[in-house]
DNA sequence: GATACCACTATACCAAGGTATATAGATAAA
DNA sequence: TTTATCTATATACCTTGGTATAGTGGTATC
C-alpha cells in the first residue's frame, strides 16, 4: 500500500499515549500497512527522542497521566517544532475538538473510531509534513546561503534588495560606488542568483524586508 | 464594548438560521451589544442578498431545514466568497466538528452554549474579516494596475520579473531592443512602481509567475 | 475626417550595473 | 611568519537600463 519510493525516506508514525494496549494495537496496525511506528508512554520520554529527518506525523492522546495532550500540542508549535498531530480521545466533546483543530491538528478522533479513518488521517499527516519538510530544505539552503555572506554583503543585499541604487547604498554606508558593486557581485555569486529578480524572491522567503 | 470606529465601517453579522427562535435571540443579543445583524432563514435567502463590503462573517446552524450547513459552508469557500463562520448547532457530534474545522470555519458551537463564547468567536471572525478585506483590497488595486496595461506590456513585466534582460525580451518577442525599453518604462509607470524590486514584489502577489 | 490609443522603430544621450586588474590596511588562523 | 579573509579603493572598460524626441502604421471611436 505504502511503497518506498527512491529518494523518499522512510516516514515515522510517532505514537504518545499512555495505554499500553493502545500503543500495542495502534503500532501493530502501522506495521500491518507498512508504516514505522515509534511509541512513547510519556511526554517526557517523547522529548528526550530527537525527531529523525523523515516525513512523520504525532498520533497523539488528549488525556494523558500527567499532561495534557492540547497542552503539549500548543507548546509544540509554540516550540516551533512542526510536527502534524492526530489526536485520538476516549472522552472527547465538541469544545475540546474546536480547540485541538484551532491549534492546528490535522484530525480529531473519538474512540472508538474506524481504523481506515485514522490510516486516512495519517497518510493526510505524513503529506503535510513532506511538503513542510520540503519547503523548509529550500529555506533552509536560502538561509545557508545568506549565512554565508560578510556582514558588509549581508547588509548591501538588504538595501539593493529593498530598491536602492548603488549610489544611494554607497552614500549611507559612506563607501565608494565600486566597493558597494564589488559587494553586490560577491553577494550573487554566494547566493547562487542568477539575476536581480531571483535575488529579491529570495529576500522574500527570507523575509528579509521584515527584521 | 464595540465602538464604531472613524474610517472602520460597521461590521455586520449574518445569521442563517431555519428557528425564528434562535435568529430573534442571536440577533436581540448582538444588537445588545452594538452589532448589526441580518438574519435569514434559508439558504436561498441568503444567496440572494449581496453581501455588504464592510468586514462581516456568518452564524451557520448546521442542521437546516432544506440544507447542510457544512456543505454550505464548503459550496461559499468554494465559490471563492471568504465570509468566516461559526457554526451553531443543536446535534453535534466530533466528526462533524472536525469536518467543520477542517473547512475553515472559525469556531463551532454546540448548544446550549455560553453567550459569551459566540460573542468571542464573532470577535474573532470579524477580526479575521477586517485583515482579508484590507489584504483584498491591496491586491485588488494591484490588479487594477496590472489589468490597466496593455496586453505588451503584460508580457513584457512577466519576462522582466522573471529574470529576462531587455534584449532577451525583445529576442523572444521579436521586437527591437528600444521597443521593449519603452514598453517597460510605460509599465514602470502604470504600475506605479518606483524601481524594479518593488516590482518583483508585485508580481509575487499578483502570482505571475504560476498562471 | 479628426482624435485617441496602441504598437513599433530609430537616433542620441546619460545613468546605472557589472567585471577585471591592481593595491592596501586589518585581523585572525596555521 | 605566512596565509587567508574581509574591507576598501581606483582606473578602465563594457553592458544594460532608461528617457527624450521624432516618426510610421493600424484600429477603433466619435
Known amino acids: 500500500m505504502i511503497k518506498s519510493m527512491p529518494g523518499v525516506k522512510q516516514p515515522i508514525v510517532y505514537i504518545l499515549d499512555d495505554d499500553p494496549a493502545v500503543r500495542d494495537s495502534l503500532s501493530s496496525l ?56 492526530i489526536f485520538i480521545t476516549g472522552h472527547g466533546d465538541i469544545p475540546m475538538t474546536v480547540k485541538a483543530m ?67 547604498i554607497a552614500d549611507q554606508l559612506n563607501l565608494s560606488l565600486i566597493t558597494v558593486k564589488i559587494h553586490r557581485g560577491n553577494m550573487m555569486k554566494k547566493m547562487q542568483a542568477r539575476n536581480f529578480a531571483e535575488l529579491v524572491r529570495m529576500a522574500e522567503q527570507l523575509s528579509l524586508n521584515k527584521a
Chains 1, 2 share one sequence.
Open 30 to 85: 502501522l506495521r500491518s500497512v507498512g508504516l514505522q511506528a515509534s511509541v512513547f508512554a510519556s511526554v517526557t520520554e517523547f522529548q528526550q527522542t530527537s525527531l529523525a529527518a523523515v516525513p512523520s506525523c504525532l498520533i497523539l492522546d488528549v488525556r494523558l497521566q500527567f499532561a495534557n495532550g492540547l497542552d503539549f500540542h500548543r507548546q509544540l508549535v509554540a516550540e516551533g517544532i512542526d510536527l502534524p498531530v
Open 102 to 168: 484551532k491549534s492546528g491538528a490535522v484530525d480529531f478522533l473519538a474512540k472508538p473510531f474506524r481504523e481506515q479513518d485514522l490510516l486516512d488521517a495519517i497518510a493526510l499527516a505524513l503529506q503535510k509534513a513532506e511538503q513542510r519538510l520540503a519547503a523548509s530544505s529550500v529555506s533552509d539552503a536560502l538561509r545557508n546561503c545568506f549565512a554565508s555572506l560578510t556582514n558588509r554583503e549581508q547588509q548591501v543585499m538588504r538595501m539593493a534588495v529593498s530598491g536602492l541604487l548603488n549610489k544611494q
